[in-house]
């Protein structure tokens, strides 16, 4: 059984074709698309479960009843709503405008708490002195607690810093260093608080569980009571609508398939689609072309008796109105008898066509001139008594 069979030839290889083409697309793409979650992808997005991401992070607040939610808004919607009681992640953020700066300034000064970390979190603090890193190798480097806070006595804390903090005012104060380099600064804007880390490591996925990384990161929050926890995605380069949840391989299938069912369309019609003409109007054919045409259907259709019963059945419609019998369905015997009352002087050879007449309409094997003579002969006793009827009398004139 062929697929698509109800279709033309032409057509069937061409949807064939067509969709041949975009399974081989969506396998392509399926097979190349970016991993978003691969190992090596460096953003610490609460929504990426690789390595280096923060999944981890954000569901083990949510198992431990933090009121936290993702911010994919502009920041600057977060700043008009702020309060003490806010709370902000912004782990390694991209730096887009000069927006970010004053929404996150406008956070703080409503009271708000902000941990920011790496160089890009630095620089997008207010008031902030971040440098770039020092002496850190590419190792973790297990942290030196420093300062009196609560923070620098979360324990055992691992990080691979990426920055450092030059102590140019005496409110910094200095939690964590490595190697004698501040790495984890705390200090005071206003009513509100900023956290600085020289790296995300301790909220990734792949570190959380080290040490007392997942305290440290608890800590640096603050208390959970009366706070509302924002997770900023706005700043990691994620698009901020629907198609967000669509991208990679289903969305690059849903273009691609698009793009291939437009072709088949075009394909399918346009050649099609030529000059266009107005169909000929048939012309009326004359009698005569009339009765050769009908004459060759019957001769072809062997149909000589039906043409013998069609003449017939004429003759006694025709000529019963003669003798005031029409209507009535007469054979051959009885419809010459009545003929003869009405026209004494007809055809001697009336009553024998009649009765030839009545026999060959029911003769299958009756040959086109046997029944040409019969209808001829029909016709030449119907002119006649048509006649005598026109002449007002029961004589029939003869030609």
């Known amino acids: 059984m062929k697929l698509f069979a109800q279709l033309d030839a032409k057509d069937r290889k061409l949807l064939l074709a067509c969709l041949g083409a975009v399974v081989l697309v969506a396998v392509v793409t399926a097979l190349f698309a970016r991993n978003q979650n691969r190992d090596d992808n460096p953003v610490p997005s609460s929504y990426l479960t690789g390595r280096h991401g923060a999944r981890a992070a954000y569901d083990l607040l949510q198992e431990n009843g933090y009121a936290v939610e993702r911010w994919e808004q502009p920041l600057s919607e977060l700043a008009n709503q702020a309060n003490t009681g806010t709370v902000v992640i912004l782990a390694e953020p991209f730096l887009s405008s000069v927006d970010d700066f ?3 300034d ?4 409503h009271g708000g708490r902000v941990l920011v970390t790496g160089m890009a979190g630095g620089a997008l603090a207010p008031d902030e002195a971040v440098g770039p890193r020092m002496q850190f190798g590419s190792a973790a480097c297990k ?5 009196l806070d609560p923070l620098a006595g979360s324990g055992e804390v691992w990080m691979t810093p990426a920055a450092s903090w030059n102590l140019t005012s005496p409110r910094y104060r200095v939690e964590y260093s490595c190697a004698g380099t501040p790495v984890v600064v705390e200090y005071n804007v206003g009513a509100g608080r900023v956290v600085w880390w020289a790296s995300s490591t301790p909220l990734e996925n792949g570190s959380i569980a080290r040490g007392e990384n997942m305290s440290f990161f608890l800590n640096s929050l603050g208390p ?3 706070r509302h926890f924002y997770w900023d995605e706005s700043l990691h380069g994620e698009v901020q609508s629907e198609w967000y ?5 289903a969305l690059n299938f849903l273009i691609w398939g698009i793009c291939g069912l437009a072709l088949l369309v075009v394909f399918s019609f346009s050649r099609r689609n030529g000059p266009l003409r107005a169909l000929p109007v048939a012309q009326r054919t004359t009698p005569v072309e009339f009765v050769e045409a009908l004459g060759a259907l019957y001769a072809k259709a062997g149909a000589s008796a039906t043409a013998v019963s069609l003449a017939y059945d004429r003759f006694r419609s025709r000529v019963g109105g003669l003798c005031g019998l029409r209507g009535l369905q007469m054979n051959a015997e009885e419809l010459g008898a009545a003929l003869r009352r009405r026209f004494p002087q007809a055809s001697a050879e009336l009553e024998t066509d009649l009765k030839e007449g009545e026999e060959r309409a029911k003769d299958d094997s009756l040959t086109a001139k046997e029944a040409l003579k019969v209808v001829q002969a029909l016709s030449r006793q119907m002119e006649a008594l048509e006649e005598a009827a026109r002449a007002g009398s029961g004589r029939v004139v003869r030609s």
């Open 143 to 147: 942290l030196e607690p420093e300062g």
């Open 245 to 249: 949840y669509a991208r990679g391989a």
């Open 224 to 226: 959970r009571e009366g």
């Open 106 to 109: 406008g956070i703080v000064a």
């Open 102 to 104: 004053k929404a996150v």
